[in-house]
């Protein structure tokens, strides 16, 4: 059992920067991809960014690329999102999840164990 949570949300105004954390216990999570979804209010849940188990390989949404950075620490056990150049669109709340295998995908069905969620609001 993989248990998550998601740390370093809050208020920022437009352009500014957050940087999310996730913290994973329960088991070695080392082999598995990571991802980093979000939800915005009346608005289905989509993916953000992706990791390989190794690190090396990273995967964004068009709408982040550019601006936001996945990394992840595989002592520690922990995946972050650093987010830069921020605008009223990346309001909402995000997740971190692990995949079902070391590969990154797009689809929620693909990762099997969540985050309970960070809420992210940007101001303009």
């Known amino acids: 059992q993989v248990q998550l949570v998601e740390s370093g949300g809050g208020l920022v105004q437009a352009g500014g920067s957050l940087r999310l954390s996730c913290a994973a216990s329960?088991?070695?999570?080392?082999?598995?991809?990571m991802g980093w979804f979000r939800q915005a209010p009346g608005k289905e849940r989509e993916f953000v960014a992706g990791?390989?188990?190794?690190?090396?390989?990273?995967y964004y949404a068009d709408s982040v690329k550019g601006r936001f950075t996945i990394s992840r620490d595989n002592v520690k056990n922990t995946v972050s999102l650093q987010m830069n150049s921020l605008k009223p669109a990346d309001t909402a709340v995000y997740y971190c999840?692990?995949?079902?295998?070391?590969?990154?995908?797009?689809?929620?069905?693909?990762?099997?164990?969540w985050g309970q969620g960070t809420q992210v609001t940007v101001s303009s």
């Open positions: 990791i390989r188990w190794s690190g090396g390989t990273t």
């Open positions: 999840a692990t995949s079902r295998d070391s590969y990154v995908r797009s689809a929620s069905a693909g990762y099997g164990y």
């Open positions: 329960g088991r070695t999570f080392s082999n598995l991809a």
